[in-house]
T-cell receptor, first 115, second 112 residues
């Protein structure tokens, strides 16, 4: 079935570089979420899109992180001037409508390693 | 701040026996709780949920219990099967909250 897909599956970059991580949500899902999972931790919320707009970006750690969803479907998480502490698995999830009771479906994640 | 805590990083049980995974939370505004299962190299998969108006929800071999006064929930798997071996995450959210708060996970190993 067509679940949430994320590309690339792995990304290795050098400190200070810029990276883009892509998420393709389930077709028809209006809500899209980005999470970050560090080693030994659970996923940590970063940002939530409802349609094209970022409805809640309170989880973004600083202004080096930015995400877009220009057509209300595919989303890109952008990280500028990467730091070693950005190394983590970045998970994307989508849900049909959003809201507290909607089930979120996760993609396999992108493992980012900053050297 | 850790609003959702899973204090047992790992659990090992014998096939056919019961697995009990525990989770504690601190935020009284949480009113919806979920369990996700995660296999290596895959994203978390939704397993079962419970609303704060209930104290039990059952789906096949999986049952979630909620004790609001203790701010504690647990996931029971019975009988446990080797295919249940995975990392289990507890998560919580408020009614109008967009973000889920996850625990650190418990790695369950079911031995044949």
């Amino acid at each position: 079935g067509a679940g949430v897909s994320q590309t690339p599956s792995n990304k290795v970059t050098e400190k200070g570089k810029y990276v883009e991580l892509r998420c393709d949500p389930i077709s028809g899902h209006t809500a899209l979420y980005w999470y970050r999972q560090s080693l030994g931790q659970g996923p940590e919320f970063l940002i939530y899109f409802q349609g094209t707009g970022a409805a809640d970006d309170s989880g973004l750690p600083n202004d080096r992180f930015f995400a877009v969803r220009p057509e209300g479907s595919v989303s890109t998480l952008k990280i500028q001037r990467t730091e070693r502490g950005d190394s983590a698995v970045y998970l994307c999830a989508s849900s049909l409508l959003g809201g507290g009771r909607d089930t979120q479906y996760f993609g396999p994640g992108t493992r980012l390693t900053v050297l | 701040d850790q609003q959702v805590k899973q204090n047992s990083p790992s659990l090992s049980v014998q096939e056919g026996r019961i697995s009990i995974l525990n989770c504690d939370y601190t935020n009284s505004m949480f009113d919806y709780f979920l369990w996700y299962k995660k296999y290596p190299a895959e994203g978390p998969t939704f397993l079962i949920s419970i609303s704060s108006i209930k104290d039990k929800n059952e789906d096949g071999r999986f049952t979630v219990f909620l004790n609001k006064s203790a701010k504690h929930l647990s996931l029971h798997i019975v009988p446990s099967q080797p295919g249940d071996s995975a990392v289990y995450f507890c998560a919580a959210r408020g009614y109008n909250n967009n973000d889920m708060r996850f625990g650190a996970g418990t790695r369950l190993t079911v031995k044949p």
